[in-house]
């Protein structure tokens, strides 16, 4: 089976670097995702990893180390729109779906 | 708009009734997925469709879940019978061959009163 952990809520001042964690453990491992979703909206991707190390993409970055089963995702310089959930997902080897976590709702305040 | 969609985007259904969702993937992506999601979780995993072959099925899908796609291009997903257990968002997604990046619709979001 597989365990994907994440944080249930977070919040953070506009402006301001957050920095969603996810663990996981899954018995056969080929990439993580990052999705973003704003309530009552469908996800929408925003980082791929497959391969240890850190994607930068503008204001998000996603690290990796497959051998802590461990993942995070960094929002800088945080505006008010970023104010969503943030689902981390497993594609497990072998497997064609994703495994979701149940997500970090992140609040960003003024 | 090229992306996925799905209708309709809400039903409201008394217990009992059947229900049929339909979506339509992104025209070139041959990998098309169900997810359910309820308030406050993750999507979860109900099938997969690889052009217009059913290849996987989760244990979430009963006997009263069916989901088709005839010609590999748009699907379908039938809920016989309703539970208010079924209340939930249906999302569709697809993805290009060789899986990769799934790309979600908006939903479905159904109602068992």
């Known amino acids: 089976g597989q365990n994907i952990d994440q944080p249930t809520e977070m919040t953070a001042t506009e402006g301001a670097i957050v920095q969603i964690n996810c663990t996981y453990q899954?018995?056969?491992?080929?990439?993580l995702f990052w999705y973003q979703q704003h309530a009552g909206e469908a996800p929408t991707f925003l980082s791929y990893n497959v391969l240890d190390g850190l994607e930068e993409k503008g204001r998000f970055s996603s690290f990796l180390s497959r051998s802590k089963g461990y993942s995070y995702l960094l929002l800088k310089e945080l505006q008010m729109k970023d104010s969503a959930s943030y689902l981390c997902?497993?594609?497990?080897?072998?497997?064609?779906?994703?495994?979701f976590g149940t997500g970090t709702r992140l609040t960003v305040i003024p | 708009d090229t992306g996925v969609s799905q209708d309709p985007r809400h039903k409201i259904t008394k217990r009992g009734q059947n229900v049929t969702f339909r979506c339509d993937p992104i025209s070139e992506h041959n990998r098309l997925y169900w997810y359910r999601q309820t308030l406050g979780q993750g999507p979860e995993f109900l099938t997969y469709f690889q052009n217009e072959a059913q290849l996987e099925k989760s244990r979430l899908l009963s006997d009263r879940f069916s989901a088709e796609r005839p010609k590999g291009s748009f699907s379908t997903l039938e809920i016989q019978r309703t539970e208010q257990g079924d209340s939930a968002m249906y999302l569709c997604?697809?993805?290009?061959?060789?899986?990769?990046?799934?790309?979600f619709g908006p939903g479905t979001r159904l109602t068992v009163t």
């Open positions: 899954t018995s056969g491992f080929n990439g």
């Open positions: 997604a697809s993805s290009l061959p060789g899986g990769g990046e799934q790309y």
């Open positions: 997902a497993v594609l497990k080897a072998g497997a064609n779906n994703l495994f």
